[in-house]
């Protein structure tokens, strides 16, 4: 079974479903990512990998446990870090003061995570006084992967990492990605530089109207026509 799986969910917002039986799945240390135009549904299947969306059916699994009607909280204590895509830094706490709300849920010495992150993210060290809310966009997106990361997480998910960002910081971000699913962390991202992230992905899942239309590792979905033709631009 796939580190976390997450098979057939159905559900949405009131009595619309958004997700029409999406399945999404991730092996240890994998790169999975999800695509897909406006409006497919790709946000929604995260929040409900995550907790923050009832499902009306489906199951997810984290580890060969079953999780689907665990809180948000607890998905966290049991291993999982998400990244939302908006408000997701403290912005009048400084950085250091962010990545240590990351530890809030520790009992341990944090002090060797922080490290970590600080190594994963030169300009974090260099920045630690500062607040957030002073940042650039990159930057701030550094100090929310940051954060989640003082979790020690083993499934990593991320909203949309680099929206808003330049291209010279997405491909920095990505770059520090791959550093973080090298660790054995399993990474779970919507994103919608679509062909930018299918070049990273192990696996990529392609979502229209809240259900799986194409699903295959990162280079096939990328040399696939019809893929490139109805999602990718050409």
Known sequence: MSYLNAADMTGGYGKADILHGCTLSVEKGQIAVIVGPNGAGKSTAMKAVFGMLPLRSGSVT?????ITALSPQDRVKMGMGFVPQVNNVF??????????????IRHDDYRATMAQVF????????????NAGELSGGQRQQVAVGRALMTQPKLLMLDEPT???????????FDRIIEVARTGISILMVEQNARQALEIADKGY???QGENRYTDTGQALLADPEVR??????
């Open 206 to 208: 392609v979502l229209a």
């Open 119 to 130: 190594d994963l993210f030169p300009i974090l060290k260099d920045k630690r006084r500062q």
């Open 91 to 104: 912005p009048t706490m400084s950085v250091e003061e962010n990545l240590e709300m990351g530890a809030f």
């Open 229 to 234: 033709r109805t999602f990718l631009g050409g």
């Open 62 to 66: 984290l580890d060969g446990q079953d």
């Open 163 to 173: 929206a808003g960002v330049s291209p010279i910081v997405m491909d920095e971000l």
